[in-house]
């Protein structure tokens, strides 16, 4: 189960299960997804010199963003869709990871030096209700100056979110991904949970959700509910715990 079927069953139950009913037979894409996915490889490259203590700089970042976007494509073939309004062509798919990826790094949108990275594109596959397991991947996961443990969500968008989107009554990511945190980095003295959200203008804002534990309690009951709307309810295949 992960937070995204949180999200599907939210929006309408027949929606959720025919996700899960569906054979995943071939690989769709589309330019939108491309451009998120590239941005998220430019920062994910940052992060993981900061992890190995190896050498970084902005052209190595882009050069990786922009093939992420190239290989999406590729992965896709003619599945591929182009979006009309937003990036309906690869010059100004490009144009816009070049801004939202320099825009994170020259306007010093990074977590300070003091802040440990701890895990970059962390999977998680934890017992969770019945035969399901709480799954997902987590951007970044950091350590800071108090121990306090932190997930960090990497999100592009068209727009500013609007205020309060963050908030863990209306959001199932932070208290389902902050949940796996407490598993997986357990003794810690805190927890937080935080979006970091560039436009694709290049405006850059670090909304802060921070679940308590009766979040936390409600969005594990909503999974287990919809976990028994159907026989056919999302079970995620392992993945190998990082050594």
Known sequence: MRQSTLGNADACLRRMQYDLETPRTEYHSGSVRAVGTAYHA???????????????????SLLDAWNSFADEVARAGERFLWD????PTADLARERIETMVTTYFEAGHQWPDEFEVLGVEVPFDLPFWGDHVRAGTMDLVLRDPAGFVIGVDHKTAGRAWPKGKEHPRKNNQA????AALIELYPGAPGY??????????GRFERPISDPDDGHRAATSAKAAMYSGVNSTAEIEPSVPTPT
Do not use: N, Q
């Not at 430019?42 to 190595?60: C, I, M, N």
């Not at 009309?84 to 990036?87: A, G, I, Q, R, V």
């Not at 937080?192 to 203008?201: E, K, L, N, P």
């Open 42 to 60: 430019g920062l994910e490259t940052y992060y993981r010199a900061r992890l190995s203590g190896g050498p970084w700089g902005l052209d190595r």
């Open 84 to 87: 009309e309004e937003k990036f």
């Open 192 to 201: 937080r949970f935080v979006f970091d959200v560039m436009t694709y203008a």
């Open 175 to 178: 208290p389902w991904y902050t």
